[in-house]
């Protein structure tokens, strides 16, 4: 039987999921979603641009790294919060420990020095210039043959 797209693929899933287990979808509210490191990759002139996302994590959680010729970007998370009441008791207890990466090939030439970033408003963004490597010129070395 065809239904209406607006249902899914069954007309009860959305409606027992939400009914049964009303809490599930409160659970998430602060916790940083799987759906984290999604980039746009801008190319200009110059070079390009990366924005990632990183929702809930703050600036000292990532952390940028440039070794062979890969940006390695990562960025960790840990929170641990509570309430308690007069007597200590907890009444409410969350953790939530996390940790994403995502890799880039930039070149070998990109040097540290030339890769610029900053962090505002939860998203990371990542300036890389062109730099094209210089093919190594063949140096032909003569042996003096004496005689």
Do not use: W
């Amino acid at each position: 039987m065809l239904m209406p797209s607006i249902f899914g693929e069954n007309l009860f899933d959305d409606f027992f999921n939400d009914f049964a287990r009303p809490v599930r979808s409160m659970m998430n509210y602060e916790v940083p979603s799987a759906g984290v490191m999604r980039t746009d990759v801008k190319e200009t002139n110059t070079g390009y641009e990366l924005d990632i996302d990183l929702p809930g994590y703050r600036k000292e959680d990532v952390q940028a790294e440039l070794k062979d010729g890969y940006l390695t970007i990562s960025a960790s998370s840990s929170r641990d919060e509570g309430e308690k009441d007069k007597n200590g008791k907890y009444i409410r207890r969350e953790r939530y420990y996390g940790s994403c990466s995502r890799r880039f090939f930039v070149g070998q030439a990109v040097k540290q020095e030339d890769i610029k970033a900053r962090f505002e408003d939860g998203i990371l963004k990542v300036s890389v210039p062109k730099i094209e490597a210089k093919p190594e010129v063949e140096q032909h070395k003569y042996i003096a043959i004496e005689g």
